[in-house]
């Protein structure tokens, strides 16, 4: 079985992922899942390229494909880069209101060049958002 839908890439290379599944010809000893019921299949996500897998515990796996797809695509580093994101998008806006607010009493050129330099880090901060999965 494979689900490519709505999973994110590989965290590591950026491969195409996928939904594994182990199926139990009984249930497995001693284990059960969190609301008691019997273990006889697991999904967990795994990618297609580099091979890494993420499983979770004894049984190896989540008791729904949801719940491995949600595990699969819990990403901490994506909030600090979005924090990080929208922090330099208020510094940029601050910087480009304080040079428009000294405009007519630096040289033209200053503020052109300044401005420029609010321009590119605005580039650079929409690439970086176009480049989220
Ligand atoms: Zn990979």
């Known amino acids: 079985m494979t689900t490519t839908d709505a999973l994110l890439p590989c965290p590591f290379c950026n491969g195409e992922a996928h939904i594994g599944t182990v199926t139990y010809s009984r249930p497995l000893e001693d284990v059960t899942w969190d609301d008691g019921s019997p273990v006889l299949k ?21 008791p729904t494909e949801q719940a491995a797809i949600a595990a699969w695509n819990r990403r901490t580093g994506q909030a600090y ?15 480009e209101a304080e040079i ?17 330099s609010v321009k590119a880090a605005r580039a650079a901060i929409a690439a970086v958002k176009g480049g989220k999965p």
């Open 42 to 62: 697991t999904y967990y996500g795994h990618c297609a390229v580099c091979a890494v897998g993420h499983r979770n515990g004894i049984a190896g796996g989540y």
């Open 100 to 116: 428009e607010a000294r405009r007519g009493t630096v040289l033209a050129r200053t503020t052109e060049r300044d401005l420029a």
């Open 81 to 95: 880069a979005d924090a990080l994101l929208e922090a330099l998008e208020a510094v940029t806006d601050d910087l």
